[in-house]
């Protein structure tokens, strides 16, 4: 072995022994501590409507049609209603309300 290449290999070799021993590493990630869970009472959730179907054989504003869709509209501001109380429900059980 030259002497030029005896001084690259140790340069070489202090170089690799650098990087493996974490000279170029980055700093570990900071993990944030897990978050506390506390017991929830259940809260009743509403069940999804069935919603009446429109009939495609009718026009959309037909007299039937008019009626299944206002009646789909009343099922689903009730069904928002029970999913709002819901949240209501989870929210008061929390330290702070929100």
């Not at 929830?40 to 504003?61: G, H, N, S, T």
């Amino acid at each position: 072995m030259t002497p030029r290449a005896g001084k690259l290999w140790i340069v070489l070799i202090g170089l690799c022994s650098f990087v493996m021993l974490g000279g170029c590493a980055t700093p570990a990630p900071r993990v944030p501590p897990a978050p506390v869970i506390t017991g929830a009472a259940e809260c009743p959730a509403p069940d999804a409507p069935v919603l009446p179907m429109l009939d495609p054989a009718l026009p959309f504003d037909a007299p039937d049609n008019v009626r299944a869709l206002l009646e789909r509209d009343d099922l689903c501001r009730q069904y928002i209603k029970g999913l709002q109380a819901t949240v209501r429900c989870y929210e008061s059980q929390t330290k702070d309300g929100k």
